[in-house]
């Protein structure tokens, strides 16, 4: 992209040079507040798209080889150019094309011959429109980002109790993504399960730590015990009840206003993996004993890479199995543990889980949860 300085930068396209110039002349006589380019034709206006990144691009409706609307359906599929607004110029006896620009996603119609004063007003009604959307989608995308960075620690930090790396959630959610991939779910729902899979065992957090940390085998009562962090996991995610709210409320307005935030898609999913990950295909799992697809899919997912983890790493009451033998014991839990088709999608991936255990081992210094598997 061409850098250009902190002015709001707009694109004028018309196939007639003296509307161009009669609109450059007009504006600069009223302000100097906006970068301004121009375009004679609507391929020309693509191409300068590849290089100046535009806040509002002003078109004509009548173009000889592609018209306002054809540019607008174009702007719109290109991923750099689909959230600029649009303003159309038109003839009076250009009503027809109006339907099809809004199709298209014009936000603004202006009649010709062009008012200078309307037109300045509505370029700043709608360069203000812009601005503030562009401030609150990179408010969101920060909160978005800080809703992440808080499910991995949280995950991390519950990890740590009964693991002195932390790197179990990490490797989980590598393991997870890549079964996700593998099943060919959607870009979006890969990344969600792959970001809430570290929040499995946060139920944790309510086991002692004499249970948590015994080395010996745990006894009968101690296991029931241990069971009870899926239900922990799955209350501690959900959403706070009007009681809790009110608990919490009754300090800041600030509070308030995070805490009255209903569930999300990334806790509603972080939620239902806590709960959900010691199920088993067969029905024989806990805490709800849900059998085959009546396991949510990230259960599921979360299951097999948890079990694989948990046999590949040292633990406090037992060493890291073999590499084969672990493959070996995820293969014998084929539709008993696991759904079958989620055994061969690991076992198809076999090669991508392996650089996962060679290179975030717990004696590794790579634990980078944001990095793709295969970018060590």
């Known amino acids: ?15 007639e040079p003296f509307i161009l110039k009669s609109i ?7 302000t100097d507040e906006w970068n301004l380019f121009f375009a004679s034709s609507g ?20 173009m000889p080889q592609m018209e306002g609307h054809e540019l607008l359906f174009r702007l719109r599929n290109r991923k750099d150019t689909c959230e600029i607004p649009t ?15 809004v199709e298209a996603g014009v936000i603004e119609f202006l009649n010709k011959p062009i008012d200078t004063e309307e037109l300045v007003l509505r370029l700043r009604n709608v360069i203000r429109l812009k601005t503030i959307s562009d401030e609150l989608r990179q408010k969101n995308e920060e909160l978005k980002e800080s809703s992440k960075q808080i499910i991995r620690r949280l995950g991390k930090a519950a990890e740590y109790r ?9 490797r989980v959610a ?20 792959s970001m809430t899979a570290p929040m499995h065992d946060i139920g944790k957090i309510g086991i002692p730590d004499d249970i948590l940390k015994k080395k010996d085998k745990l006894k009968p009562v101690e296991y029931e015990i ?17 009681d809790e709210l009110g608990y919490y409320n009754q300090h800041m307005a600030i509070g308030r206003d995070i805490l009255a935030e209903q569930n999300t898609p990334l806790l509603g999913m972080a939620a239902s993996i806590a709960f959900s990950h010691h199920e088993k295909w067969d029905g024989t799992g806990y805490p709800a004993g849900l059998k085959g697809e009546a396991i949510p899919l990230e259960g599921r997912i979360v299951a097999i890479a948890d079990v694989f983890d948990a046999l590949t790493s040292k633990r406090y009451y037992k060493p890291a199995y073999p590499l084969p033998e672990s493959i070996a014991i995820i293969n014998e839990m084929n539709g008993t543990h696991f759904e079958p088709a989620l055994v061969d999608c690991f076992n ?4 991508k889980i392996i650089e996962v255990v060679h290179h975030l081992s717990d004696n590794s210094k790579n634990d980078n949860p944001d990095r793709k598997e295969g970018q060590f």
Not at 348 to 351: K, L, Y
């Open 162 to 170: 009964d693991n002195e790396t932390g790197k179990h959630v990490i």
């Open 1 to 15: 992209m061409i850098e250009t300085n902190s002015k709001k930068c707009i694109l004028f396209v018309d196939d």
């Open 43 to 62: 391929m020309g206006a693509l191409d300068m798209c590849d290089n100046i990144s535009f806040d509002l691009i002003v078109t004509d409706a009548k």
């Open 174 to 193: 590598y393991y997870s993504r890549i079964l996700a991939e593998g099943l060919g779910l959607d870009s979006d729902l890969v990344d969600l399960i």
């Open 87 to 101: 303003i159309m110029l038109t003839g009076f006896a250009e009503e027809s094309l109006r339907k099809r620009a």
């Open 24 to 30: 450059r002349r007009s504006i600069k006589m009223q």
């Open 348 to 351: 198809e991936n076999i090669d």
């Open 226 to 242: 241990i069971k009870k962090h899926a239900l922990f996991g799955g209350e501690v995610l959900q959403p706070l009840t009007t």
